[in-house]
């Protein structure tokens, strides 16, 4: 049997309800297309569409959209040449891209978090879980400093961003992926459920960052690990690039990542 | 003559005409007090807030508000520790919050941009000025990676984040302060005013910097310099503090500044 497009969102979004304003959508190709190759990314860059068409793949799973916006939206780009490119290279390769970011995170448990702390090697750690986030029960001795060697070590990137004292010790922590590091969902977590420590992807430099801030000079023992948006959110597409491997076994199914899209200088 | 809090406020307002849903407002205190001492910082902090006690400052002029969102709402807080002693701090301190946002961005020129692009001594190479940005034009010779090294010197600053080639020479540059590192502000103008390089302070990591990764992997030769939220608008409310100085001359003024929130680990 041919497998389509329209057979692989059907099976992305069978268990979960999206929300009427969804952003997930086929945003280039046609649900009936024959799928010969399914690339799994973060970010469908230039460099993974071009990578997607030499190996013969016609289907880029991403949870982020390729065109600089949430939405989608492509009118304010209409004369923008690395638009107009990128938007050739899909035609041109018949490369579909179908976007899978508010079923992921509808996934029981949500499918981007649960990809993170297994990379982490976390998952025998975890107290309990909430939509937005994992919480997590460290043993004695852990330590900010620790936590992030661990963490760069684990998702082989270069640095993160840490608010608070590098040594302060660590037993509980939450986890929230890509965008979940601003103050609403991080402030009353970190109160309501005593963390010591929030590990986040991106946040408002303003309201989290700031608020450990705030604690740290009242003598409170906070602090915060920012790792970047896409190094929270590329493991958990990773995991979901195993489980198509698995469920489609007659197809080709790789999971591609990307460099950080900021080196420190 | 006594000077209050509202002889200040008129001042800072009196040449611009501030949005129906502006965030400047008195945050604390109230209006017809005597300015006893003027603390201008870009983020109201407890350190902040302590320091202009201990000096006997009763007046602090804040770029951002002191409880950690952009609306300055307090109801989310009411049971957390550290915004109930923050706020116990400004009460029993005496010490009035004006928040100073949305004016100085409108004063002409934008006094935040002016602030940062004086502070890195570039004045004299500004082509020309947009409400958003300042348009600069380097001598041959300038690397992002000499940029970036200039940045850090002339603001104290340990590291700033790059998207693109270090060894990329720049020549047409635009400076965005705060979080107008968008790609719906960034990208028009990277294409519009052909630019080489964009220096801005805070943005989703998902969409500048993924352009310029895109646009890299195209060939083009364009970077980007996210050098932190604070790091790009505090030099604006130390310009605005200095303005203040020679304003009232009978007031003590001082800026006071704050590490990086954020370091890197």
Same mark, same amino acid.
């Given at each position: ?28 190709g ?21 990578h997607a ?13 390729p ?11 209409a ?35 649960? %990809?993170l702390v297994? /990379? =982490? ?13 994992? &919480? #997590? $029960? ?7 400093q ?14 993160v ?8 010790v ?12 601003n103050g ?13 420590l ?5 946040g ?14 009242? %003598?409170?023992q906070? /602090? =915060? ?6 190094e929270?959110?590329a493991?958990?597409?990773? &995991? #979901? $690039?195993?489980?198509l ?9 790789h ?8 080196q420190?200088?």
């Amino acid at each position: 049997m041919n497998i389509t497009i329209q057979h692989i969102i059907d099976h992305l979004t069978a268990k979960v309800e999206l929300p009427k304003t969804t952003v997930d959508q086929l945003i280039t190709g046609s649900p009936n297309q024959t799928v010969t190759g399914v690339f799994v990314t973060f970010m469908p860059t230039q460099h993974v569409i071009e990578h997607a068409i030499q190996r013969g793949a016609n289907l880029i799973i991403a949870h982020e959209p390729p065109f600089y916006n949430h939405h989608s939206h492509t009118d304010w780009l209409a004369d923008d040449p690395v638009y107009e490119n990128k938007r050739k290279l899909i035609e041109n390769g018949g490369v579909a891209i179908y976007r899978c970011h508010d079923a992921i995170h509808r996934f029981q448990p949500d499918g981007i978090t649960e %990809g993170l702390v297994q /990379a =982490l090697g976390w998952s025998s750690s975890i107290a309990y879980r909430k939509p937005e986030a994992d &919480l #997590l $029960s460290f043993p004695e001795g852990m330590t900010v400093q620790l936590i992030a060697e661990h963490i760069k070590r684990s998702l082989g990137i270069e640095y993160v961003r840490v608010a608070g004292d590098p040594k302060m010790v660590c037993r509980r922590v939450a986890v929230l992926v890509g965008f979940r590091g601003n103050g609403n969902l991080t402030i009353p977590l970190l109160h309501q459920e005593e963390l010591d420590l929030i590990i986040a992807g991106e946040g408002f430099e303003w309201e989290t960052p700031e608020y450990i801030r705030d604690a740290v000079q009242q %003598g409170k023992q906070k /602090a =915060l690990l920012m790792i970047g948006h896409a190094e929270s959110e590329a493991s958990g597409m990773k &995991l #979901l $690039s195993e489980r198509l491997a698995t469920t489609f076994p007659e197809l080709p199914v790789h999971f591609i990542g990307e460099q950080p899209v900021y080196q420190v200088l």
